[in-house]
């Protein structure tokens, strides 16, 4: 069974940036993909992005291409979302998981979470 912990949230300004990482431990995590998801206020869960573990297999969501990154640290078993030009939209709380097939987007087809942590970009 493979184990996530999310950091790294907490409140910034809108134009700011963060770095949230997920720590993943217990299982074959190579074995798996890992995606990064989000959940504001009233609203559903939502894939943000993913990656490989070899790194070859990206994907990001329409709303934060080209403000979001997400990386991995293969000796960490570590992957990070990088997030620049925050906007108050992006405030809800971020969740990593993992599948083990890729092109997965809705969170039912994700297997194990983490605990959540929260983002908060004030305007």
């Known amino acids: 069974q493979v184990q996530l912990v999310e950091s790294g949230g907490g409140l910034v300004q809108a134009g700011g940036s963060l770095r949230l990482s997920c720590a993943a431990s217990?299982?074959?995590?190579?074995?798996?993909?890992l995606g990064w998801f989000r959940q504001a206020p009233g609203k559903e869960r939502e894939l943000v992005g993913s990656i490989s573990w070899t790194g070859t297999s990206l994907y990001y969501a329409a709303a934060v291409k080209g403000r979001f990154t997400i990386s991995r640290d293969i000796a960490k078993n570590t992957v990070y979302l990088q997030m620049n030009s925050l906007k108050s939209d992006d405030t809800a709380v971020y969740y990593c998981?993992?599948?083990?097939?890729?092109?997965?987007?809705?969170?039912?087809?994700?297997?194990?979470w983490g605990q959540g942590t929260q983002v908060t970009v004030s305007s």
């Open positions: 998981a993992v599948t083990q097939d890729w092109g997965r987007s809705k969170s039912r087809q994700y297997d194990y």
């Open positions: 217990g299982g074959p995590v190579s074995s798996y993909y």
